[in-house]
């Protein structure tokens, strides 16, 4: 029988479900959360080190953006499929990328897309979004996003695949 040692106390995770979105906290200094792939958890946009991405929206209730705090194009849409099962397979069949063309943001996505994600250290993420929801709630355009993560801590854009 294997064993998964991704888990285990000084190894960091590498892969995961998440789901972050657009909501403010805090009374006098405001602050949202969004994710840490090297961490491998949510962060506080006040935290260091900060959220790789967060989810946010282009001022309409039909356009959700993954956007970054890292002052580089960091995105690159590697595919979008017309099912679930269908971007699940290529997600696990999606093992590796030539010199992507990056864009600023990964602007309106969806589910059932998959995202290549590029951190301000030269580290990989590949995304592969499952749902989005996008919505008035408390006088705001609320947004948020349930995505599946792979994260290449080496530097290399060659994913694990299954």
């Known amino acids: 029988m294997g ?9 960091t995770k590498t892969s995961g479900t998440e789901t972050i ?3 403010l906290y805090g009374t006098t200094v405001y602050y949202g959360i969004g994710f840490n792939f090297s961490a491998a958890e949510k962060v506080s946009s006040l ?7 967060t989810i946010g929206n282009d ?9 970054t705090d890292n002052y580089k194009d960091s995105f690159y849409k590697a595919g ?7 971007a699940e397979k290529a ?11 990056w864009e600023s943001w990964a602007y309106s996505i969806k589910p059932n897309q998959i995202w290549i994600f590029r951190t301000s250290a030269e580290k990989y993420a590949k995304i592969r979004i499952i749902t989005t929801l996008s919505e008035a709630r408390y006088s705001r355009d609320y947004a948020e996003c349930t995505f599946e993560w792979v994260y290449q801590p ?3 854009l060659t994913f694990p695949g299954k």
């Not at 979008?80 to 269908?86: I, K, L, P, V």
């Open 154 to 156: 080496d530097g290399t």
């Open 59 to 67: 001022g309409t209730l039909t356009n959700l953006i993954l956007q």
């Open 47 to 53: 935290a260091t080190p900060k959220p790789d991405i």
């Open 91 to 101: 997600f696990d069949a999606l093992t590796s990328l030539i010199f992507p063309t």
């Open 80 to 86: 979008e499929y017309t099912d679930a099962n269908s």
């Open 21 to 23: 979105d657009n909501s």
């Open 3 to 11: 064993c998964n040692d991704s888990n285990k106390p000084g190894n």
